[in-house]
């Protein structure tokens, strides 16, 4: 797979998150859920200051890299974090170097597929903050979705 090599800076980003694993037999169905919820009961339009048009699906607080638990948070970003409701949670998107890799197609397919193919790739992962950013548009059979995978320097 093609990515190439980019530096961003901090991001802040609003969203719900749950806990989750790559073992759990749940993990498809929780994080279905976080984006069931994100747009099926509002919360997307309910964050104030969005950065874009672009939601997001942050993976986070690894332990022992992708092969123990970790967050994830459906979001999106923000210019500033304001007073959350109880149910919101705002992440920090660390600065740093990603791999960046364009995905086209279906949304959940071509991501699933995408995963699959990473975890087969030498990559020096750093797993501190890894995300699929979601472009505008909201066409789940025709999607762009941009992954960055933290990598160390």
Request: proline share 1%; hydrophobic share 30%; aromatic share 12%.
């Amino acid at each position: 797979m093609n990515y190439e090599v980019v530096e961003l800076k901090e991001k802040k980003v609003v969203g719900l998150t749950a806990r989750t694993s790559n073992q759990d037999e749940n993990m498809t169905k929780t994080i279905g859920g976080l984006w069931q919820k994100f747009y099926g009961e509002g919360v997307y339009e309910s964050i104030p200051d969005k950065n874009n048009d672009c939601s997001i699906g942050l993976y986070s607080n690894y332990n022992n890299g992708a092969s123990d638990a970790y967050d994830v948070t459906v979001c999106c970003e923000v210019s500033e974090i304001k007073e959350l409701t109880t149910d919101l949670d705002a992440k920090t998107i660390d600065a740093g170097k990603y791999a960046r890799f364009v995905v086209r197609g279906h949304a959940q397919t071509a991501v699933a597929d995408f995963w699959t193919k990473l975890w087969g790739m030498d990559l020096d992962r750093k797993f501190s903050c890894d995300f699929e950013e979601y472009q505008g548009g909201g066409d789940m059979e025709n999607s762009e979705i941009h992954v960055y995978i933290s990598i160390n320097e």
